[in-house]
């Protein structure tokens, strides 16, 4: 099992980055695909990347590739998202998920972790 946890969200203007982590708890963590979604109140949850668990294949929605990076740390059990040239339909609630095998839909992912907050201001 592992708990994860997000943090790095914030309140940025157009243009600007950011950078979000999610710690893993337990020693499992490179054993685990990685992803992120986002979540809109209203709106189903969005895939944004995913990164296999030794990190050498990645996958991104179309609406952030060339602006946002995925990559992780199986030493420091942590998973980055880069975010760059972040827009406001960006804003949105972001949540790590590990699970067996990447996936572009939630349910494929057996852990989350409880989100955090990234508003972009135009």
């Known amino acids: 099992q592992v708990q994860l946890v997000e943090s790095g969200g914030g309140l940025v203007r157009a243009g600007d980055s950011l950078r979000l982590s999610c710690a893993a708890s337990g020693r499992t963590f490179s054993s685990y695909a990685m992803v992120w979604f986002r979540h809109v109140p209203g709106k189903e949850r969005e895939f944004v990347a995913d990164?296999?668990?030794?990190?050498?294949?990645?996958y991104y929605a179309d609406s952030v590739k060339g602006r946002f990076t995925i990559s992780r740390d199986n030493a420091k059990n942590t998973m980055y998202l880069q975010m760059n040239s972040l827009q406001p339909e960006d804003t949105a609630v972001y949540y790590c998920?590990?699970?067996?095998?990447?996936?572009?839909?939630?349910?494929?992912?057996?852990?989350w972790g409880q989100g955090t907050q990234v508003t972009v201001s135009s």
């Open positions: 990164i296999s668990w030794r990190g050498r294949s990645t």
């Open positions: 998920a590990a699970g067996s095998y990447t996936a572009v839909y939630p349910e494929a992912y057996d852990y």
